[in-house]
């Protein structure tokens, strides 16, 4: 019976210690009643496989002990499906951004990343995980506190049929989104033609490169005009039709064109600042490309995840309805 | 057809009806093993280790009542319904012969 007396320890091992004794105490007599009746219908002592096939019918004895055990979890299945979905957006979030901003300098400092290429990969690997890791452990800890604290409230008790979102068609336009889109194209038309000044560091002054207006600056003023005019219609007329996506998928190829044009016409900027020295300015100057790099760099993506579902809706297909292609979009 | 599909269903459908019948069958003392045995040779199979939890899950609940006492030279656990599980017994049986009639009419 050593072999009993080891299960009955190893499911013992698991079992909260104030009704330990009780248990395997019961669970003991239980299946020394079924050694018993076996071995009366056999007539004779069992052997050590046949005792083992009852242990082993049992189940193992973590599962054994499991049965006792007080359900817990550090998330329920109540709050699970919102935990992962804030998990699933931060992370994208985060590592997308991250991403873009790695990527963004990257391209920025090619002399670093071409003369040692694996140092740089692991580097932006190694703050990839770090910053996953971070992330992950911060939600699950928030939600872990919440879990533990929500089952005294009520809050899914208190909800309002009438506060349910509306329904939406995915061809209408979100009339918040075209008004936002307009200001800001708005606001950066009025920058690009010089009304708009952006307050000034005093000693230092970053304004766009002159060789970069000589060739840009009515390509990016249409751009920006076009853009505006779009999210301007799409206020007054918030319904996507075949005419109005083609002419969005017209600008927003443009837009790609001028944005692979610009990646090879830097530097962007020119930094004059008359008491720096030569590496301060440098410094500078590249700070501000990666930061024009990165937004570039989204804009980039918008362009093209609006460009997918502007295609559909030209071909009379019905646009992606899932998030990760809706939120890029603006949709 | 999924052979652990159909498996599963008629788990999840025979559980709910498993606290009936243990509290039904403990009308009558018996220990664990001696309660699984007859379960059994009535037609309601209870694995033990879905069995011995529920127990202690009903006693906690104040719908059991147990004792250890020794039988045939060895300790056992006897366990009976108590006064209070033997009201709700009633009730649920109640509730069981509702919905029974209901099925069959819909079945």
């Not at chain 1, 004895?61 to 979905?85: D, T, W």
């Not at chain 1, 000693?203 to 000589?214: D, I, T």
């Not at chain 2, 509730?95 to 819909?106: G, K, P, T, V």
Request: charged share 20%.
């Amino acid at each position: 019976m050593e072999l009993l007396d080891r299960y009955l320890q190893a499911v013992g091992f698991w079992l909260p210690q104030p009704q330990k004794r009780d248990i395997i105490a019961e669970l003991s007599e239980d299946i020394r009643s079924q050694i018993e009746e076996k071995e009366s219908d056999l007539g004779r002592n069992l052997d050590e496989a046949e005792l083992e096939a009852i242990l082993k019918r049992r189940g193992a004895p973590l599962l054994v002990a499991e049965g006792y055990l007080p359900q817990r979890f550090l998330i329920g299945p109540l709050l699970f499906p919102i935990y992962r979905l804030v998990l699933k957006w931060a992370l994208l979030y985060q590592a997308g951004g991250w991403f873009l901003v790695w990527i963004g300098f990257a391209l920025l400092d090619r002399a670093h990343a071409y003369s040692n290429p694996g140092a740089a990969v692991g580097g932006a690997l190694r703050t990839l995980w770090l910053v996953g890791v971070n992330t992950f452990a911060a939600i699950t800890a928030a939600f872990a506190l919440i879990e533990r604290y929500h089952a005294k409230s009520r809050f899914l008790e208190q909800w309002n049929p009438r506060k349910l979102p509306r329904l939406r068609h995915p061809n209408q336009i979100s009339r918040s989104n075209s008004a936002s889109e307009l200001a800001w194209n708005g606001l950066l038309i009025l920058w690009w033609v010089n009304w708009l000044r952006v307050a000034e560091i005093p000693g230092l002054r970053v304004a766009l490169a002159p060789a970069l207006l000589q060739s840009f600056y009515w390509p990016i003023l249409t751009l920006f005009a076009a853009l505006a005019a779009i999210a301007c219609a799409n206020l007054f007329r918030p319904w996507w039709t075949r005419r109005r996506a083609g002419i969005r998928l017209a600008i927003n190829s443009f837009g790609l064109i001028l944005i692979a044009l610009l990646f090879m016409a830097k530097p962007w900027f020119e930094v004059i600042a008359p008491h720096a020295t030569t590496t301060e300015i440098r410094d500078i100057a590249q700070w501000v490309d990666g930061t024009a790099a990165v937004l570039l760099l989204f804009y980039a993506m918008s362009f093209v995840m609006r460009g997918i579902q502007d295609i559909r809706r030209v071909t009379g297909k019905e646009p992606i309805r899932h998030w990760v292609m809706r939120l890029p979009a603006g949709e | 057809m999924n052979p652990d599909l159909l498996e599963n269903l008629r788990l999840e459908l025979r559980r709910g009806c498993l606290i009936l019948a243990v509290l039904a069958q403990l009308k009558t003392e018996h220990y664990g093993y001696a309660l699984r045995k007859t379960l059994a040779d009535r037609g309601m199979e209870i694995d033990e280790n879905t069995l011995y939890p529920l127990l202690r899950r009903l006693e906690s609940q104040g719908l059991l009542v147990s004792q250890w006492r020794e039988e045939d030279k060895r300790n056992k656990r006897f366990y009976r319904t108590s006064t209070e599980g033997k009201q709700l017994l009633k009730q649920l049986a109640a509730e069981w012969r509702s919905i029974n009639d209901s099925l069959n009419e819909i079945l």
